[in-house]
Protein backbone atom coordinates (compact mmCIF):
# COMPACT_ATOMS: atom_id res chain seq x y z
CA UNK A 1 0.00 0.00 0.00
CA UNK A 2 1.70 3.75 -0.60
CA UNK A 3 2.06 5.87 1.83
CA UNK A 4 0.88 9.55 2.47
CA UNK A 5 3.47 11.09 1.18
CA UNK A 6 3.57 8.57 -2.30
CA UNK A 7 0.00 9.36 -3.25
CA UNK A 8 0.34 12.95 -2.44
CA UNK A 9 1.84 14.09 -5.90
CA UNK A 10 0.01 11.92 -7.85
CA UNK A 11 -3.24 13.06 -6.12
CA UNK A 12 -2.08 16.52 -7.18
CA UNK A 13 -1.01 15.09 -10.76
CA UNK A 14 -4.74 14.14 -11.15
CA UNK A 15 -6.29 17.11 -9.77
CA UNK A 16 -4.02 19.49 -12.28
CA UNK A 17 -5.12 17.11 -15.12
CA UNK A 18 -9.15 18.04 -13.82
CA UNK A 19 -8.26 21.56 -13.57
CA UNK A 20 -6.33 21.21 -17.66
CA UNK A 21 -10.08 19.43 -18.64
CA UNK A 22 -12.53 21.97 -16.95
CA UNK A 23 -10.45 24.63 -18.62
CA UNK A 24 -11.52 22.42 -22.06
CA UNK A 25 -14.87 21.74 -21.28
CA UNK A 26 -15.08 26.46 -21.10
CA UNK A 27 -13.00 26.68 -24.20
CA UNK A 28 -15.84 24.07 -26.00
CA UNK A 29 -18.84 25.69 -24.55
CA UNK A 30 -17.40 29.22 -25.66
CA UNK A 31 -16.26 28.14 -29.18
CA UNK A 32 -19.48 26.43 -29.84
CA UNK A 33 -21.55 29.47 -28.79
CA UNK A 34 -19.55 31.89 -30.94
CA UNK A 35 -19.83 29.29 -33.93
CA UNK A 36 -23.21 29.00 -33.19
CA UNK A 37 -24.30 32.94 -33.89
CA UNK A 38 -21.91 33.06 -36.37
CA UNK A 39 -23.81 30.62 -37.90
CA UNK A 40 -26.99 32.11 -37.77
CA UNK A 41 -26.13 35.24 -38.40
CA UNK A 42 -24.84 33.34 -41.95
CA UNK A 43 -27.98 31.75 -41.97
CA UNK A 44 -29.79 34.76 -42.01
CA UNK A 45 -27.67 36.44 -44.63
CA UNK A 46 -28.55 33.54 -47.01
CA UNK A 47 -32.30 33.64 -46.08
CA UNK A 48 -32.15 37.19 -47.08
CA UNK A 49 -30.37 36.62 -50.45
CA UNK A 50 -32.83 33.64 -51.03
CA UNK A 51 -35.69 35.45 -50.19
CA UNK A 52 -34.55 38.92 -51.93
CA UNK A 53 -32.48 37.89 -55.06
CA UNK A 54 -32.32 34.19 -55.90
CA UNK A 55 -36.40 33.78 -55.45
CA UNK A 56 -37.40 37.50 -55.24
CA UNK A 57 -38.95 37.81 -58.82
CA UNK A 58 -40.79 34.39 -58.91
CA UNK A 59 -44.74 34.63 -60.02
CA UNK A 60 -45.69 32.40 -57.21
CA UNK A 61 -44.10 34.72 -54.26
CA UNK A 62 -45.06 37.88 -56.13
CA UNK A 63 -48.93 36.05 -55.71
CA UNK A 64 -48.14 35.21 -52.23
CA UNK A 65 -46.87 38.65 -51.06
CA UNK A 66 -49.55 40.55 -52.91
CA UNK A 67 -52.13 38.41 -50.97
CA UNK A 68 -50.41 39.30 -47.18
CA UNK A 69 -49.67 42.91 -48.23
CA UNK A 70 -52.28 44.70 -50.50
CA UNK A 71 -50.79 47.41 -50.22
CA UNK A 72 -47.28 47.39 -50.47
CA UNK A 73 -46.18 48.36 -53.51
CA UNK A 74 -43.74 45.53 -55.19
CA UNK A 75 -40.93 47.46 -55.91
CA UNK A 76 -40.89 48.73 -51.92
CA UNK A 77 -41.20 45.62 -50.70
CA UNK A 78 -38.08 43.91 -53.15
CA UNK A 79 -35.77 47.07 -52.42
CA UNK A 80 -36.04 46.46 -48.50
CA UNK A 81 -32.44 46.95 -47.49
CA UNK A 82 -30.62 44.28 -45.08
CA UNK A 83 -30.47 47.16 -42.63
CA UNK A 84 -34.11 47.41 -42.02
CA UNK A 85 -34.18 43.88 -40.76
CA UNK A 86 -31.40 44.34 -38.26
CA UNK A 87 -33.77 43.98 -35.18
CA UNK A 88 -34.95 40.86 -36.57
CA UNK A 89 -31.66 39.68 -37.50
CA UNK A 90 -30.49 40.81 -33.61
CA UNK A 91 -33.81 38.70 -32.02
CA UNK A 92 -32.91 35.83 -34.12
CA UNK A 93 -29.71 35.32 -33.26
CA UNK A 94 -30.02 36.07 -29.33
CA UNK A 95 -33.17 33.85 -29.08
CA UNK A 96 -32.00 30.84 -30.84
CA UNK A 97 -28.58 31.14 -28.78
CA UNK A 98 -31.52 31.11 -25.75
CA UNK A 99 -32.99 28.25 -26.74
CA UNK A 100 -29.98 26.18 -27.28
CA UNK A 101 -28.79 26.95 -24.05
CA UNK A 102 -31.95 25.79 -22.27
CA UNK A 103 -32.16 22.82 -24.09
CA UNK A 104 -28.56 21.43 -23.13
CA UNK A 105 -27.00 21.97 -26.72
CA UNK A 106 -24.05 23.60 -24.84
CA UNK A 107 -23.39 20.87 -22.08
CA UNK A 108 -21.22 18.99 -24.27
CA UNK A 109 -21.20 15.69 -22.41
CA UNK A 110 -25.05 15.86 -21.48
CA UNK A 111 -26.07 16.53 -25.70
CA UNK A 112 -24.99 12.87 -26.71
CA UNK A 113 -24.60 11.70 -30.71
CA UNK A 114 -24.55 13.96 -33.06
CA UNK A 115 -28.10 12.43 -34.05
CA UNK A 116 -29.42 13.99 -30.84
CA UNK A 117 -27.76 17.47 -31.39
CA UNK A 118 -29.13 17.70 -34.93
CA UNK A 119 -32.66 17.18 -33.44
CA UNK A 120 -32.02 19.57 -31.05
CA UNK A 121 -31.21 22.10 -33.48
CA UNK A 122 -34.33 21.31 -35.79
CA UNK A 123 -36.81 21.40 -32.53
CA UNK A 124 -34.86 24.64 -31.19
CA UNK A 125 -35.29 26.54 -34.91
CA UNK A 126 -38.80 25.06 -35.01
CA UNK A 127 -39.93 26.60 -31.73
CA UNK A 128 -38.13 30.20 -32.83
CA UNK A 129 -39.77 30.55 -35.82
CA UNK A 130 -43.32 29.45 -34.02
CA UNK A 131 -42.49 32.17 -31.20
CA UNK A 132 -41.67 34.51 -34.47
CA UNK A 133 -44.90 34.03 -36.10
CA UNK A 134 -46.75 34.35 -33.02
CA UNK A 135 -45.08 37.92 -32.26
CA UNK A 136 -46.31 38.73 -36.28
CA UNK A 137 -49.85 37.46 -35.61
CA UNK A 138 -50.26 39.08 -31.91
CA UNK A 139 -48.89 42.54 -32.14
CA UNK A 140 -49.22 42.44 -36.69
CA UNK A 141 -45.82 45.35 -36.74
CA UNK A 142 -45.56 47.20 -39.73
CA UNK A 143 -43.11 45.05 -41.72
CA UNK A 144 -42.70 43.19 -45.11
CA UNK A 145 -40.74 41.00 -43.86
CA UNK A 146 -43.05 37.89 -42.91
CA UNK A 147 -42.05 35.90 -45.57
CA UNK A 148 -38.08 35.68 -44.51
CA UNK A 149 -38.75 33.84 -41.30
CA UNK A 150 -39.39 30.61 -43.23
CA UNK A 151 -36.26 30.83 -45.05
CA UNK A 152 -34.28 31.91 -41.71
CA UNK A 153 -36.14 28.67 -40.74
CA UNK A 154 -34.93 26.73 -43.32
CA UNK A 155 -31.45 27.88 -43.57
CA UNK A 156 -30.57 28.04 -39.81
CA UNK A 157 -31.41 24.36 -39.24
CA UNK A 158 -29.16 23.57 -42.30
CA UNK A 159 -26.02 25.80 -41.76
CA UNK A 160 -26.22 24.72 -37.83
CA UNK A 161 -26.26 20.98 -38.85
CA UNK A 162 -23.71 21.50 -41.00
CA UNK A 163 -21.69 23.16 -38.40
CA UNK A 164 -22.71 20.71 -35.66
CA UNK A 165 -21.23 17.89 -38.08
CA UNK A 166 -17.95 19.58 -38.90
CA UNK A 167 -17.54 20.48 -35.23
CA UNK A 168 -17.64 16.79 -34.19
CA UNK A 169 -15.03 15.55 -36.69
CA UNK A 170 -12.99 17.85 -35.83
CA UNK A 171 -13.56 16.83 -32.16
CA UNK A 172 -13.45 13.05 -33.11
CA UNK A 173 -9.90 14.43 -34.59
CA UNK A 174 -8.56 16.48 -31.31
CA UNK A 175 -9.94 13.77 -29.07
CA UNK A 176 -7.93 10.91 -30.83
CA UNK A 177 -4.94 13.37 -30.51
CA UNK A 178 -4.81 13.49 -26.76
CA UNK A 179 -6.81 17.11 -26.36
CA UNK A 180 -9.49 17.24 -23.83
CA UNK A 181 -10.08 13.27 -23.83
CA UNK A 182 -11.23 12.04 -20.86
CA UNK A 183 -9.70 8.47 -19.26
CA UNK A 184 -12.86 6.36 -18.10
CA UNK A 185 -13.15 3.35 -16.00
CA UNK A 186 -15.73 1.41 -15.53
CA UNK A 187 -16.63 -0.33 -12.28
CA UNK A 188 -18.19 -3.59 -13.05
CA UNK A 189 -18.40 -6.91 -15.23
CA UNK A 190 -21.86 -7.97 -15.63
CA UNK A 191 -24.01 -6.96 -18.35
CA UNK A 192 -24.58 -3.33 -17.44
CA UNK A 193 -21.37 -2.46 -17.43
CA UNK A 194 -20.76 -3.99 -20.45
CA UNK A 195 -23.18 -2.02 -21.92
CA UNK A 196 -22.13 1.11 -21.12
CA UNK A 197 -18.85 0.19 -22.56
CA UNK A 198 -20.23 -0.77 -25.88
CA UNK A 199 -22.15 2.47 -26.18
CA UNK A 200 -19.47 4.93 -24.98
CA UNK A 201 -17.17 3.38 -27.16
CA UNK A 202 -19.29 3.47 -29.96
CA UNK A 203 -19.47 7.65 -30.01
CA UNK A 204 -16.21 8.53 -29.82
CA UNK A 205 -16.94 12.15 -30.24
CA UNK A 206 -18.07 12.59 -26.42
CA UNK A 207 -14.07 12.25 -26.42
CA UNK A 208 -14.17 9.69 -23.57
CA UNK A 209 -11.15 7.28 -23.36
CA UNK A 210 -12.25 3.81 -22.03
CA UNK A 211 -8.99 2.55 -19.97
CA UNK A 212 -10.59 -0.27 -18.76
CA UNK A 213 -13.08 -1.93 -15.92
CA UNK A 214 -12.63 -3.94 -13.17
CA UNK A 215 -14.37 -7.34 -12.75
CA UNK A 216 -17.07 -7.55 -9.97
CA UNK A 217 -16.68 -10.99 -9.37
CA UNK A 218 -20.60 -12.30 -11.19
CA UNK A 219 -19.03 -13.69 -14.13
CA UNK A 220 -15.42 -15.51 -14.79
CA UNK A 221 -12.44 -13.06 -15.31
CA UNK A 222 -11.36 -11.95 -18.44
CA UNK A 223 -11.45 -9.13 -20.88
CA UNK A 224 -14.68 -8.29 -22.81
CA UNK A 225 -13.74 -7.83 -26.39
CA UNK A 226 -11.73 -4.73 -27.20
CA UNK A 227 -12.03 -3.84 -23.27
CA UNK A 228 -9.49 -4.93 -20.99
CA UNK A 229 -9.91 -6.33 -17.71
CA UNK A 230 -7.31 -4.10 -15.08
CA UNK A 231 -8.14 -5.69 -12.06
CA UNK A 232 -11.00 -6.42 -9.25
CA UNK A 233 -12.87 -4.00 -7.30
CA UNK A 234 -10.07 -4.20 -4.89
CA UNK A 235 -8.09 -2.36 -7.44
CA UNK A 236 -9.69 0.83 -7.85
CA UNK A 237 -7.38 3.49 -6.12
CA UNK A 238 -4.43 1.32 -7.83
CA UNK A 239 -5.70 1.72 -11.36
CA UNK A 240 -7.14 5.73 -10.54
CA UNK A 241 -3.70 6.48 -9.69
CA UNK A 242 -1.84 4.46 -12.83
CA UNK A 243 -3.85 4.79 -15.95
CA UNK A 244 -4.93 8.41 -14.59
CA UNK A 245 -8.29 8.00 -14.56
CA UNK A 246 -10.48 11.21 -14.69
CA UNK A 247 -13.88 9.49 -14.29
CA UNK A 248 -15.45 6.31 -12.54
CA UNK A 249 -18.70 4.68 -13.81
CA UNK A 250 -19.82 2.41 -11.42
CA UNK A 251 -21.73 -0.35 -12.50
CA UNK A 252 -22.39 -2.79 -9.90
CA UNK A 253 -25.63 -4.92 -9.18
CA UNK A 254 -28.53 -3.80 -6.81
CA UNK A 255 -26.40 -7.01 -4.55
CA UNK A 256 -23.45 -4.94 -4.24
CA UNK A 257 -24.72 -1.49 -3.29
CA UNK A 258 -22.36 -1.80 0.05
CA UNK A 259 -19.06 -2.20 -2.12
CA UNK A 260 -20.69 0.39 -4.65
CA UNK A 261 -20.44 2.79 -1.66
CA UNK A 262 -17.13 1.81 -0.84
CA UNK A 263 -15.98 2.72 -4.44
CA UNK A 264 -17.90 6.14 -4.28
CA UNK A 265 -15.51 6.71 -1.24
CA UNK A 266 -12.24 5.82 -2.82
CA UNK A 267 -13.21 8.27 -5.70
CA UNK A 268 -13.64 10.89 -3.67
CA UNK A 269 -10.36 10.25 -2.01
CA UNK A 270 -8.65 9.80 -5.10
CA UNK A 271 -10.28 13.21 -6.81
CA UNK A 272 -11.45 11.37 -9.51
CA UNK A 273 -15.48 12.25 -10.87
CA UNK A 274 -17.50 9.30 -10.63
CA UNK A 275 -21.78 8.44 -12.09
CA UNK A 276 -23.39 5.61 -10.57
CA UNK A 277 -25.35 3.35 -13.29
CA UNK A 278 -28.96 2.26 -11.91
CA UNK A 279 -28.98 -1.20 -11.78
CA UNK A 280 -32.30 -1.18 -14.14
CA UNK A 281 -30.84 -2.95 -16.81
CA UNK A 282 -33.29 -6.24 -16.43
CA UNK A 283 -36.45 -4.32 -16.17
CA UNK A 284 -35.45 -2.98 -19.86
CA UNK A 285 -34.56 0.17 -20.42
CA UNK A 286 -37.33 1.33 -23.22
CA UNK A 287 -40.13 0.36 -20.65
CA UNK A 288 -38.99 2.34 -18.00
CA UNK A 289 -40.81 5.62 -17.04
CA UNK A 290 -39.83 8.16 -14.45
CA UNK A 291 -41.93 10.32 -12.25
CA UNK A 292 -41.66 12.41 -9.20
CA UNK A 293 -44.91 12.95 -6.70
CA UNK A 294 -43.68 16.10 -4.11
CA UNK A 295 -40.31 15.48 -5.07
CA UNK A 296 -40.04 11.83 -4.29
CA UNK A 297 -38.70 9.82 -7.98
CA UNK A 298 -41.06 7.06 -8.90
CA UNK A 299 -40.56 4.57 -11.57
CA UNK A 300 -43.25 3.25 -14.10
CA UNK A 301 -42.45 0.03 -15.92
CA UNK A 302 -44.39 -0.37 -19.33
CA UNK A 303 -46.15 -3.56 -20.14
CA UNK A 304 -45.13 -4.10 -23.74
CA UNK A 305 -42.12 -2.32 -25.45
CA UNK A 306 -43.81 -3.16 -28.83
CA UNK A 307 -47.13 -2.98 -29.27
CA UNK A 308 -49.01 -3.51 -32.33
CA UNK A 309 -48.86 -0.79 -33.72
CA UNK A 310 -45.44 -0.32 -33.68
CA UNK A 311 -45.22 -3.94 -35.91
CA UNK A 312 -47.18 -2.53 -38.30
CA UNK A 313 -45.22 0.53 -38.90
CA UNK A 314 -41.78 -1.28 -39.27
CA UNK A 315 -43.76 -4.13 -41.38
CA UNK A 316 -44.76 -1.39 -43.85
CA UNK A 317 -41.11 -0.08 -44.11
CA UNK A 318 -39.60 -3.21 -44.42
CA UNK A 319 -41.93 -4.27 -47.45
CA UNK A 320 -42.17 -0.58 -48.85
CA UNK A 321 -38.01 -0.10 -48.93
CA UNK A 322 -37.28 -3.39 -50.07
CA UNK A 323 -39.64 -3.10 -53.02
CA UNK A 324 -38.53 -0.07 -53.80
CA UNK A 325 -35.29 -0.65 -53.70
CA UNK A 326 -35.52 -4.26 -55.84
CA UNK A 327 -37.29 -2.30 -58.45
CA UNK A 328 -35.58 0.82 -58.82
CA UNK A 329 -32.21 -1.14 -58.98
CA UNK A 330 -32.93 -3.95 -60.89
CA UNK A 331 -30.67 -2.97 -63.49
CA UNK A 332 -27.39 -2.82 -61.52
CA UNK A 333 -27.95 -5.83 -59.49
CA UNK A 334 -28.23 -7.93 -63.22
CA UNK A 335 -24.63 -7.01 -63.75
CA UNK A 336 -23.43 -8.67 -60.43
CA UNK A 337 -25.52 -11.05 -61.36
CA UNK A 338 -23.36 -11.23 -64.63
CA UNK A 339 -19.78 -10.81 -62.71
CA UNK A 340 -20.94 -13.63 -60.63
CA UNK A 341 -21.12 -16.10 -63.62
CA UNK A 342 -18.30 -14.90 -65.26
CA UNK A 343 -15.98 -14.92 -62.76
CA UNK A 344 -16.53 -18.75 -61.00
CA UNK A 345 -18.38 -22.01 -61.80
CA UNK A 346 -21.78 -22.21 -59.66
CA UNK A 347 -24.74 -20.22 -59.51
CA UNK A 348 -25.63 -16.51 -58.52
CA UNK A 349 -27.70 -16.87 -56.00
CA UNK A 350 -26.37 -19.08 -52.66
CA UNK A 351 -29.17 -20.20 -50.39
CA UNK A 352 -28.38 -21.61 -46.53
CA UNK A 353 -30.64 -22.07 -43.62
CA UNK A 354 -30.85 -19.70 -40.87
CA UNK A 355 -32.30 -19.25 -38.12
CA UNK A 356 -34.90 -16.53 -36.96
CA UNK A 357 -38.08 -15.78 -34.84
CA UNK A 358 -38.26 -17.59 -31.86
CA UNK A 359 -35.79 -20.47 -33.44
CA UNK A 360 -37.63 -21.03 -36.75
CA UNK A 361 -35.32 -22.39 -39.28
CA UNK A 362 -35.57 -20.34 -42.61
CA UNK A 363 -33.81 -19.94 -46.22
CA UNK A 364 -31.84 -17.26 -46.38
CA UNK A 365 -30.52 -15.59 -50.03
CA UNK A 366 -27.45 -13.92 -51.00
CA UNK A 367 -25.16 -13.50 -53.85
CA UNK A 368 -22.86 -16.27 -54.08
CA UNK A 369 -19.43 -14.78 -52.72
CA UNK A 370 -17.37 -17.95 -52.63
CA UNK A 371 -16.03 -21.00 -54.74
CA UNK A 372 -19.05 -23.60 -54.98
CA UNK A 373 -17.05 -26.34 -52.70
CA UNK A 374 -16.54 -23.64 -49.90
CA UNK A 375 -18.34 -25.38 -47.37
CA UNK A 376 -16.18 -28.37 -47.60
CA UNK A 377 -12.79 -26.46 -47.28
CA UNK A 378 -14.32 -24.79 -43.86
CA UNK A 379 -13.34 -27.49 -41.99
CA UNK A 380 -9.92 -27.60 -42.96
CA UNK A 381 -9.43 -23.84 -42.17
CA UNK A 382 -11.06 -24.10 -38.83
CA UNK A 383 -7.98 -23.63 -37.02
CA UNK A 384 -7.59 -20.03 -38.77
CA UNK A 385 -10.81 -18.78 -37.41
CA UNK A 386 -10.52 -15.14 -36.45
CA UNK A 387 -13.70 -14.99 -35.02
CA UNK A 388 -14.50 -15.66 -31.15
CA UNK A 389 -17.26 -17.82 -30.04
CA UNK A 390 -19.37 -20.68 -32.31
CA UNK A 391 -18.91 -18.29 -35.44
CA UNK A 392 -16.49 -19.11 -38.48
CA UNK A 393 -14.58 -15.92 -39.88
CA UNK A 394 -11.49 -15.58 -41.89
CA UNK A 395 -10.11 -12.10 -43.14
CA UNK A 396 -8.26 -13.44 -45.79
CA UNK A 397 -10.66 -16.46 -46.82
CA UNK A 398 -9.31 -18.30 -49.70
CA UNK A 399 -12.61 -19.62 -50.54
CA UNK A 400 -13.34 -15.84 -51.12
CA UNK A 401 -14.27 -15.06 -55.14
CA UNK A 402 -12.36 -12.10 -56.71
CA UNK A 403 -15.73 -10.61 -57.47
CA UNK A 404 -16.93 -11.82 -53.82
CA UNK A 405 -14.04 -9.57 -52.03
CA UNK A 406 -15.71 -6.52 -53.92
CA UNK A 407 -19.26 -7.40 -53.05
CA UNK A 408 -17.99 -8.19 -49.45
CA UNK A 409 -16.50 -5.11 -48.67
CA UNK A 410 -19.79 -3.10 -49.42
CA UNK A 411 -22.16 -5.40 -48.50
CA UNK A 412 -23.37 -6.12 -51.83
CA UNK A 413 -23.39 -10.18 -51.52
CA UNK A 414 -26.55 -9.71 -48.89
CA UNK A 415 -29.01 -7.50 -51.27
CA UNK A 416 -31.56 -10.63 -51.92
CA UNK A 417 -32.08 -10.68 -48.61
CA UNK A 418 -34.50 -8.12 -49.56
CA UNK A 419 -36.47 -11.05 -50.86
CA UNK A 420 -36.75 -12.48 -47.41
CA UNK A 421 -37.72 -9.49 -45.86
CA UNK A 422 -40.70 -9.21 -48.22
CA UNK A 423 -41.16 -12.90 -47.04
CA UNK A 424 -41.49 -12.15 -43.56
CA UNK A 425 -38.24 -13.70 -42.56
CA UNK A 426 -36.30 -11.12 -41.66
CA UNK A 427 -36.57 -7.31 -41.19
CA UNK A 428 -34.71 -4.33 -42.44
CA UNK A 429 -32.83 -3.89 -38.83
CA UNK A 430 -32.32 -6.83 -36.44
CA UNK A 431 -29.89 -9.17 -35.18
CA UNK A 432 -27.46 -11.10 -37.39
CA UNK A 433 -29.70 -13.93 -38.40
CA UNK A 434 -27.21 -17.29 -37.16
CA UNK A 435 -26.48 -20.46 -38.68
CA UNK A 436 -28.18 -23.95 -37.11
CA UNK A 437 -25.14 -24.81 -35.54
CA UNK A 438 -24.20 -21.86 -33.85
CA UNK A 439 -27.80 -21.63 -32.45
CA UNK A 440 -26.90 -25.50 -31.11
CA UNK A 441 -24.17 -24.06 -28.81
CA UNK A 442 -25.61 -20.78 -27.36
CA UNK A 443 -25.78 -20.52 -24.24
CA UNK A 444 -28.73 -19.78 -22.36
CA UNK A 445 -28.39 -15.81 -22.08
CA UNK A 446 -27.46 -15.50 -25.48
CA UNK A 447 -30.31 -17.16 -27.08
CA UNK A 448 -31.84 -14.08 -26.20
CA UNK A 449 -31.36 -12.49 -30.15
CA UNK A 450 -33.81 -14.95 -31.19
CA UNK A 451 -37.24 -13.32 -29.49
CA UNK A 452 -37.24 -10.77 -32.90
CA UNK A 453 -36.64 -11.19 -36.58
CA UNK A 454 -33.67 -10.93 -37.61
CA UNK A 455 -32.29 -8.15 -39.54
CA UNK A 456 -29.89 -7.29 -42.83
CA UNK A 457 -28.37 -4.53 -40.52
CA UNK A 458 -28.42 -3.93 -36.37
CA UNK A 459 -26.50 -2.29 -34.10
CA UNK A 460 -23.57 -4.90 -34.19
CA UNK A 461 -23.14 -4.24 -37.98
CA UNK A 462 -23.22 -0.69 -37.60
CA UNK A 463 -20.74 -0.64 -34.95
CA UNK A 464 -18.00 -2.95 -36.59
CA UNK A 465 -19.15 -6.33 -37.72
CA UNK A 466 -16.37 -8.69 -37.73
CA UNK A 467 -14.12 -6.61 -35.61
CA UNK A 468 -16.25 -6.98 -32.71
CA UNK A 469 -16.39 -10.20 -30.63
CA UNK A 470 -19.58 -12.66 -30.84
CA UNK A 471 -20.33 -11.80 -27.36
CA UNK A 472 -20.27 -8.48 -27.26
CA UNK A 473 -21.95 -8.30 -31.11
CA UNK A 474 -24.60 -10.24 -29.05
CA UNK A 475 -24.94 -7.98 -26.23
CA UNK A 476 -25.41 -5.65 -28.86
CA UNK A 477 -28.56 -7.46 -29.91
CA UNK A 478 -30.21 -7.73 -26.44
CA UNK A 479 -29.62 -4.15 -26.02
CA UNK A 480 -31.70 -3.72 -28.77
CA UNK A 481 -34.47 -6.20 -28.18
CA UNK A 482 -34.90 -4.98 -24.59
CA UNK A 483 -34.81 -1.44 -25.69
CA UNK A 484 -36.63 -1.01 -28.81
CA UNK A 485 -38.03 1.81 -30.47
CA UNK A 486 -39.12 3.15 -33.57
CA UNK A 487 -36.60 5.33 -33.14
CA UNK A 488 -33.53 3.32 -32.34
CA UNK A 489 -34.89 1.06 -35.33
CA UNK A 490 -34.52 4.26 -38.05
CA UNK A 491 -31.49 5.27 -36.29
CA UNK A 492 -29.91 2.01 -37.31
CA UNK A 493 -31.33 2.39 -40.44
CA UNK A 494 -30.17 5.64 -41.26
CA UNK A 495 -26.34 4.94 -39.49
CA UNK A 496 -26.09 2.10 -41.93
CA UNK A 497 -24.94 3.84 -45.18
CA UNK A 498 -21.63 5.40 -43.42
CA UNK A 499 -21.18 2.37 -42.00
CA UNK A 500 -20.89 0.42 -44.84
CA UNK A 501 -19.02 3.27 -46.68
CA UNK A 502 -16.42 3.06 -43.99
CA UNK A 503 -16.39 -0.92 -44.62
CA UNK A 504 -15.08 -1.18 -41.07
CA UNK A 505 -15.09 -4.83 -40.48
CA UNK A 506 -16.28 -5.84 -43.70
CA UNK A 507 -14.96 -9.52 -45.03
Known amino acids: MMTTGATGPIIKAISKRRSRRRQWRIFECIALLVLDAMLIEVSFLLAYVLRYYVLGNSSLLQSIRDNLQENTPASGFQSSPLSYFTPLEIGVVIGLLLIFALRGLYTVRLTGTLFRQIRTI ?38 LSLGRMIVAGVMGMLHRLGLGETHLLVVGSGRLGKVIMQNIAANPGLGYTIVGFLHDMTEPPGDFGRFRMLGTLEDLGLVIRSMQV ?57 Q ?137 VYEE ?38 NWSLH ?13 LRRQGAY
Open 122 to 159: AGSATIGVAILITYFFVFQPPSSSRLLVPFVWIMSMIM
Open 246 to 302: DTVIIALPASMNEQAIKMVRLCERFGASFKLAPDLYELSLSRIDMEAIEGIPLLNIR
Open 304 to 440: APLNTWQNLVTRLVDVVGSLLILLLSTPFWLLVALAIRLDSEGGVIYTQTRIGLNGRAFKMYKFRSMYKDAERMQAWLWGKNEAQGPMFKIKDDPRVTRVGKFLRRISLDEFPQFINIIKGDMSLVGPRPPLPNEVA
Open 445 to 482: WQRGRLAIKPGLTGLWQVRGRSDISFDEGVLMDLYYIE
Open 488 to 500: LYFQILFRTIPAV
